[in-house]
């Protein structure tokens, strides 16, 4: 077994706990694991981004010394080459947002109200990302109208029928599942891991998109937001929400604010508003002006909500 170990600084400092805690939605997360301390991540190591072929590897990452310092561990069956080091470095770094420059969005921050004293708090927030643009559409409809950890156990499901298994000491990871094999599944299947007919059915068609080379990230992240939120939405089964939000998380586009999620709307309303919840319309008016980190915004808003600080806005 390889086993390599690095060390990354990441430039303006990165809160590894407050960044990596959305991974602990669901208690059967198999993909990016988190348990508090370390992250737990399989990728491929060669190979087009979401393609069959090149070999697996374990990301573990930990906190390490102070300013957000990140001790990564790479495991594999066999020897680590530098393509591989290289390889699981770049994913790290895509996955943890560390290639994402907050000084702008501190620099609007401070002038903002609402922002301010939250960005102050939880300065090296960092919006985690998934690893492809199939990932982030699969999860966002494996969540569609039903809690987190329903969505996380169905979509554990598809990733042991589907995803590669990597074993090391004697341990199984898994991977997320290639769009070639996720395109190929029955709908009966898929309905036996209680899927609903319909999220079956556009499951399938995204991994049948993504496997025809349709949701290249690249594509995606050059295109301007609302020209990328229409390509998506041609795609059954995927409206707006779905669209935002994979985009969001899996390519960084941290202008795309999923104002149709139900928590968007309780955070805005609690912080902007400090009421209960507002609606779509109203959570997009409020945030406009956050241009173009909406986004990431939001990010700064549900850390706040979840460490209890009350709302500074007066109700209106």
Not at 27 to 47: K, P, Q, S, W
Not at 123 to 151: D, H
Not at 249 to 277: M, N, P, T, W
């Amino acid at each position: 077994m390889g086993v390599l170990k690095a060390i990354i600084k990441p430039e303006g400092g990165f809160l590894f706990h407050e960044s990596l805690i959305r991974y602990q939605h669901s208690d059967e997360e198999l993909v990016n694991r988190y348990d508090g301390e370390v992250f737990r991540r399989v990728i491929e190591t060669g190979g087009a981004e979401g393609k069959v072929g090149g070999g697996l590897a374990l990301i573990e990452a930990r906190e390490v010394g102070e300013g957000g310092e990140v001790e990564m561990t790479l495991c594999t069956l066999g020897r680590i080459t530098k393509k591989t080091a290289t390889a699981g470095e770049a994913a790290l770094r895509h996955l943890f947002a560390l290639d994402l420059d907050l000084e702008p969005f501190y620099a609007m921050a401070r002038r903002d109200s609402v922002l301010a004293p939250i960005v102050n708090e939880f300065r090296g927030l960092r919006p985690v990302r998934y690893l492809t643009l199939l990932e982030g559409l699969v999860t966002a409809i494996t969540t569609q109208q039903v809690n987190l950890t329903f969505g996380g156990r169905t979509r554990a499901r598809m990733v042991k029928r589907w995803g590669e298994k990597l074993t090391l000491g004697g341990k199984v990871h898994y991977a997320f599942p290639h769009p070639e094999r996720l395109a190929r599944a029955r709908l009966a299947t898929l309905r036996g891991m209680q899927f609903s007919g319909r999220k079956a059915e556009y499951v399938i068609c995204v991994a049948q998109a993504a496997a025809e080379g349709g949701l290249e990230g690249d594509d995606y992240r050059s295109l301007p937001l609302e020209e990328a939120v229409e390509r998506l939405t041609r795609l059954r089964g995927v409206g707006r929400w779905t669209a935002e939000q994979a985009l969001y998380r899996s390519l960084g586009r941290i202008e795309a604010l999923a104002a149709g999620d139900l928590g968007v709307q309780k955070v805005v309303a609690r912080y902007c508003f400090d009421l209960e919840r507002v609606d779509e319309t109203r959570a997009r008016e409020a945030t406009k002006h956050w241009a173009p980190w909406g986004a990431l915004a939001s990010a700064y808003l549900f850390a706040a909500w979840r460490a209890g600080i009350p709302s500074g806005a007066k109700g209106r």
